[in-house]
């Protein structure tokens, strides 16, 4: 099954920059700059493209800016805007294809720029709401597997608690040879 555009990483100009290394956090894990903004709640690839529109200079301290903002970072202030200016260098430059996205996600994200106020009147006229079917989700092989399980388990305990019929009675003993 094919993933739709927005779920998928697939290949981008901004990967050698999103899966840059910041160093670790605080509990050791390796931090990347895609990690990092979603962290923070910014959209890795908006950021990317915004930072790569940007003269060098300026994306590195609004780089630096948004390192300084995480909770769990480690290492000293000093050595950020060195760890910025290499990530910034690995951005492509010039014009980068967009991210293909769904209708939907188009229409979410000038909704979101309309109510901050980013939008023109252009991108306000050009989004059209889009009807979505709201409808059962269908039952995946995980539901049917735990149908499986729930009925199997139903079934031993069926048979250990219905009582056992012998042909003979446990308290006699037959009698061979007599």
Do not use: C
């Not at 003269?55 to 910025?84: C, F, K, N, Q, Y």
């Amino acid at each position: 099954m094919t993933l739709r555009p927005e779920y998928t990483l697939g290949h981008s100009a901004y990967n050698d920059f999103l899966f840059g290394s910041l160093g670790q956090d605080a509990a050791g894990t390796e931090v990347t700059v895609l990690s990092a903004l979603s962290r923070l709640g910014i959209d890795p690839w908006q950021e990317a493209a915004r930072l790569a529109s940007l003269p060098r200079d300026a994306a590195a301290e609004a780089l630096a800016a948004t390192i300084l903002r995480l909770p769990d970072r480690t290492g000293p202030d000093a050595e950020v805007p060195m760890i910025a200016a290499r990530l910034v260098a690995l951005l492509p430059e010039g014009a980068v294809a967009e991210i293909p996205q769904t209708k939907e996600a188009r229409i979410a994200s000038l909704e979101a720029a309309v109510k901050s106020g980013r939008a023109d009147q252009k991108a306000k006229k050009d989004a059209t709401p889009v009807r979505t079917a709201v409808g059962k989700p269908k039952p995946g092989l995980t539901t049917w597997l735990m149908w499986g399980v729930l009925a199997l388990a139903f079934y031993f305990l069926i048979v250990q608690l219905a009582p056992t019929r012998h042909l003979e009675s446990e308290g006699r003993e037959t009698r061979q040879g007599s």
